[in-house]
């Protein structure tokens, strides 16, 4: 599959990865181009910005959860057909597990989708010293990915003095500058970028963005660039024969569906596209609904999912429609499978401690209380392994991420959580039958046997529940 394609990388976090990328995808999709987006990592929110504001199909892609055969297939999977697939790097472009393993990393995610890599340069305050930055990053690039240079926040002056010496140092194509635009910006909190909903105005910035792109990028040898990517094969990552047992197995999902709630508004957003859509593969249908504004869980459920977000911004709304806490609470306890992560682990303990340390009243599954820190908990990946074989096979781990500035009083104790490179354990999740509670966000591609389960205790709710009417 010849699939034109480019990541964007850069030498650490807060280079303008994410504005250029966005501004990139808005310029081409004015061109009438048909345009894929991925993200390198666990990261929630710059996707969004792909989705939300600019209408693009964006997903995660992360070779530590999936290994590089699993990327490679993962991928193919989303961007065929697209006319340019687009991917946002993550930090610095070798920062993979660890701050120092390359998974993980931007470039590691590049080399296994050999995709040619577009180094972002965050010029301010530099003048000769950009030089040796770049040749340090093409000294470290040993698969020779690096392809283009973008220079940002840099002058159109300096740009015209500087660009012989970078021309004549170094072989990666110099493709352009981006100059210093105040007016346009994304804007931060505790857990990143905010969601695009809450910053005015975003489509019409980034339509700006894109017009200054045009006139300082040669986006002609960008789009050349990305063209002269390699071929990817569709054998190379699924044999045959498992691609007709996929294709059975998919048959046979949809004969036997299931429903899955999904809660998905403001305060519950935190939602890998994957993982949504492997739940659909396996015979899901899933009913989206808001904790926030509707009354109940839709009846027709036979399972929950509660993923992250921010319920803490809402925690007194939350607390004021007694009537969702109270059918959650009634379904969860009467045994409907219930898989919750972060922002919904929150959501279900008995009581959420706001940032100003209110209290306020949730739905109670989850014995204790949920409380601000102020700082970053357990951050990063994590391996989780259960301790009573229920949702995965004996032995077998599941691979997530954690990022949340809030801890609780009962974290549970029905997995072990291990860093995958200090080692560093801890018990974790509120676990039964029915039941996955826990901080971690799951990356269900990392053991896909977690969501065969989950629906077959789904299917066996649905069973039960049918009986009970007849």
């Given at each position: 599959?010849?699939?034109?394609?480019?990541?964007?990388?850069?030498a650490?976090?807060?280079?303008?990865?994410?504005?250029?990328?966005?501004?990139?995808?808005?310029?081409?999709?004015?061109?009438?181009?048909?345009?894929?987006?991925?993200?390198?990592?666990?990261?929630?929110?710059?996707?969004?910005?792909?989705?939300?504001?600019?209408?693009?199909?964006?997903?995660?892609?992360?070779?530590?959860?999936?290994?590089?055969?699993?990327?490679?297939?993962?991928?193919?999977?989303?961007?065929?057909?697209?006319?340019?697939?687009?991917?946002?790097?993550?930090?610095?472009?070798?920062?993979?597990?660890?701050?120092?393993?390359?998974?993980?990393s931007?470039?590691?995610?590049?080399?296994?989708?050999?995709?040619?890599?577009?180094?972002?340069?965050?010029?301010?305050?530099?003048?000769?010293?950009?030089?040796?930055?770049?040749?340090?990053?093409?000294?470290?690039?040993?698969?020779?990915?690096?392809?283009?240079?973008?220079?940002?926040r840099?002058?159109?002056?300096?740009?015209?003095?500087?660009?012989?010496?970078?021309?004549?140092?170094?072989?990666a194509k110099?493709?352009?500058?981006?100059?210093?635009?105040?007016e346009?910006?994304?804007?931060?909190?505790?857990?990143?970028?905010?969601?695009?909903g809450?910053q005015?105005?975003?489509?019409?910035?980034?339509?700006?963005?894109?017009?200054?792109?045009?006139?300082?990028?040669?986006?002609?040898?960008?789009?050349?660039?990305?063209?002269?990517?390699?071929?990817?094969?569709?054998?190379?990552?699924?044999?045959?024969?498992?691609?007709?047992?996929?294709?059975?197995?998919?048959?046979?999902?949809?004969?036997?569906?299931?429903?899955?709630?999904?809660?998905?508004?403001?305060?519950f957003?935190?939602?890998?596209?994957?993982?949504?859509?492997?739940?659909?593969?396996?015979?899901?249908?899933?009913?989206?609904?808001?904790?926030?504004?509707?009354?109940?869980?839709?009846?027709?459920?036979?399972?929950?999912?509660?993923?992250?977000?921010?319920?803490?911004?809402?925690?007194?709304?939350?607390?004021?429609?007694?009537?969702?806490?109270?059918?959650?609470?009634?379904?969860?306890?009467?045994?409907?499978?219930?898989?919750?992560?972060?922002?919904?682990?929150?959501?279900?303990?008995?009581?959420?401690?706001?940032?100003?340390?209110?209290?306020?009243?949730?739905?109670?599954?989850?014995?204790?209380?949920?409380?601000?820190?102020?700082?970053?908990?357990?951050?990063?990946?994590?391996?989780?392994?259960e301790?009573?074989?229920?949702?995965?096979?004996?032995?077998?781990?599941?691979?997530?991420?954690?990022?949340?500035?809030?801890?609780?009083?009962?974290?549970?104790?029905?997995?072990?959580?291990?860093?995958?490179?200090?080692?560093?354990?801890w018990?974790?999740?509120?676990?039964?039958?029915?039941?996955?509670?826990?901080?971690?966000h799951?990356?269900?591609?990392?053991?896909?046997?977690?969501?065969?389960?989950?629906?077959?205790?789904?299917?066996?709710?649905?069973?039960?529940?049918?009986?009970?009417?007849?």
């Amino acid at each position: 599959m010849h699939i034109p394609r480019i990541l964007i990388g850069a030498a650490g976090s807060g280079s303008g990865k994410t504005l250029l990328t966005c501004a990139l995808l808005a310029a081409f999709q004015r061109d009438g181009k048909r345009l894929r987006a991925f993200k390198c990592g666990p990261d929630y929110i710059d996707p969004m910005f792909h989705r939300t504001v600019l209408h693009v199909p964006s997903e995660n892609l992360d070779t530590f959860f999936t290994g590089e055969g699993g990327t490679r297939r993962l991928f193919l999977e989303a961007a065929e057909g697209a006319d340019l697939a687009v991917m946002e790097g993550v930090m610095g472009l070798y920062d993979g597990l660890g701050g120092i393993r390359k998974e993980g990393s931007s470039y590691h995610l590049a080399k296994a989708t050999k995709t040619p890599v577009i180094l972002v340069i965050d010029a301010h305050g530099m003048g000769r010293s950009v030089l040796p930055l770049i040749a340090g990053f093409l000294s470290y690039d040993t698969e020779g990915l690096i392809h283009g240079i973008i220079l940002n926040r840099m002058t159109q002056a300096f740009y015209e003095t500087i660009r012989p010496e970078i021309e004549r140092t170094f072989p990666a194509k110099l493709l352009g500058y981006v100059p210093k635009l105040p007016e346009l910006g994304l804007t931060s909190r505790h857990l990143g970028l905010k969601l695009p909903g809450e910053q005015e105005g975003l489509r019409k910035q980034l339509a700006e963005a894109a017009a200054v792109l045009r006139q300082t990028v040669d986006l002609g040898r960008l789009l050349a660039i990305a063209d002269g990517a390699v071929p990817l094969y569709k054998e190379e990552t699924l044999p045959v024969s498992e691609e007709r047992e996929a294709s059975v197995r998919r048959k046979e999902a949809a004969r036997a569906q299931v429903k899955i709630a999904v809660a998905r508004d403001e305060a519950f957003c935190f939602y890998y596209e994957n993982n949504l859509r492997m739940l659909k593969n396996a015979g899901a249908r899933l009913l989206f609904f808001s904790p926030l504004r509707d009354k109940e869980i839709p009846k027709e459920a036979d399972a929950l999912l509660l993923g992250g977000g921010y319920p803490e911004l809402f925690s007194g709304e939350l607390a004021e429609n007694a009537a969702m806490l109270a059918d959650v609470r009634e379904k969860i306890t009467a045994g409907l499978p219930t898989a919750a992560e972060c922002g919904g682990f929150l959501y279900l303990h008995e009581e959420l401690e706001d940032m100003e340390k209110r209290r306020h009243k949730m739905a109670g599954i989850v014995p204790g209380a949920c409380f601000y820190t102020g700082r970053p908990v357990r951050f990063g990946y994590v391996e989780l392994q259960e301790k009573k074989e229920i949702f995965l096979p004996r032995g077998d781990v599941i691979r997530g991420h954690e990022f949340h500035y809030f801890d609780s009083e009962n974290n549970g104790t029905g997995c072990r959580a291990k860093k995958p490179v200090s080692g560093k354990g801890w018990d974790c999740i509120f676990h039964g039958e029915t039941q996955w509670l826990g901080f971690p966000h799951l990356y269900y591609a990392s053991n896909p046997e977690f969501v065969r389960r989950f629906l077959g205790k789904a299917k066996e709710y649905a069973k039960r529940a049918q009986t009970r009417i007849n």
